[in-house]
């Protein structure tokens, strides 16, 4: 039975057939786009990619069929590339044309284009639609409160819209607001109470805070609306992996399997398992799985970067530069892909070779900043200690809670001579993560080369660098 036919045996309940069933030939647009919102709200995606698409031929203008339509595919790159280009060819008469093609680029992750596109964007006549999709590009970029604020501009135009209170929901949770986050999520689904990404989103909150009956309740909710509907299952994958319950985490996803989704999710959910089995250190089975997601779906960028990474954890770095270059192949946004074939490099000693990837992986994605320490190694080591110090510092502006960040800092300031500050440097790496064996290598290394330049004195290590410390009426600092 195909995933269409799957989703078509689902018992519908009363709203949604009524709504299905009026989007017949000879229908207004309002009729298709009405039955394609219901059944993306019910994730029940392949149905409405497959009314939406049926509806568009009778009414291609519709902005709102292509919205939906868009939302229906956003797993499929090949289908969103078609529906960019069918966009592209309508030309100016359509409605929201360069917001359309600007939700088309956020999906297949080319936020620089559609954030550009947007800005093109003079007068916007849907303006809910327009701010929604600026609060789209906030939240992945990381910036929460100025996604919050253009959900609640979207708001204005479009107040009772469940979508923008989902939304908002996200957007508190990732800023750990979560008495707001829940607020908004319980008005979206009493706003529509078939609303399954809402009540997936609330059994992950409830599921944070240990509240499993909870947890449980909103599970059985999702589940009612679309048994089918694998989100909820990933959502519980991820509570366990968080506790560090692998064998839990699997356990659902090996279930997941069991009831034989879409190749394309299934892809997904190897892919997961692969990463489970990855960071258990079970090598064999996250290559094992990691190779069986490419078989599903060979477009999966994500398999091509994991499956890498464990190659280049094993030392195997030819290998591991060909699957980061097929995961550019699949996703040329793809920037982590790009800053690993030059960390790769590094890791060969082709020093040479290392600054253009990590160049082009800042070009993709500005927030990589594991490029930016990349490139202050690669400079290190062409004996260039400022430009190190400066790309050190440029990785922790981004990412100032990474003991890694401070690590590198902590070298690069040492290779600059200002080792007062890179003891504090890798003293940070070791406050954010006690066990980070080359922070603790460095900071011992340092103190070793301190106390070889300073044999009349001798300081213990915690004396160092003390500022206060007075020796014969001289300030050391």
Known sequence: MSTLEQEESLLFDLDLARKYSAARDGAPAHAWETAATALNVRSMTHLAADLASRGLKAHPNSDILL?????????????????????????????NRETLLALVDYYLERDRDGMRRLESVDDPSQKAFYHELWGHYNLAGHRYKD??????RARQFASKDPRLMYHLGESYRALGKREQALRWLFKAVRRERHYVQAWNALCGLYLEAGERDLAQQSLGMALSVNPRDWAVYFTLADFHLAKGEYRRAKSVLEGVLELKPRPVMSAEVCNYL???????????????????????????????????????????????????EEALKADSQIGAAATQIGLSYLSMGRVGDARAPLEKALDLDPSEYFAHLGLSEFYRRTRNPIASLEQARQALLIEPEDANVHNYLGIAL?????????????????????????????????????????RPHRHPPEMAFDRRGVRGGLTRW
């Open 67 to 95: 919205h939906e339509y868009i939302l229906a595919v956003a797993l499929y790159p090949e289908k969103l590339e078609q529906c960019f280009k069918d966009i592209q060819k309508q030309g100016n008469g359509l409605p």
């Open 147 to 152: 996604a919050v604020a253009s959900y609640r």
């Open 274 to 324: 692969g990463y489970i089995h990855f960071i258990e250190g079970e090598h064999a089975e996250a290559g094992r799985y990691f190779n069986k997601a490419l078989e599903l779906n060979p477009f999966l960028a994500v398999a091509w970067l994991n499956l890498g990474n464990l190659y280049f954890h094993l030392k195997r770095h030819e290998e591991a530069i060909r699957c980061y």
């Open 414 to 454: 040492e290779t600059n001579r200002k080792y007062f500050e890179a003891e504090k440097a890798y003293k940070k790496a070791l406050e954010l993560d006690p066990d980070h064996r080359w922070a603790a290598n460095n900071l011992g290394y340092l103190y070793e080369k301190l106390m070889r330049l300073d």
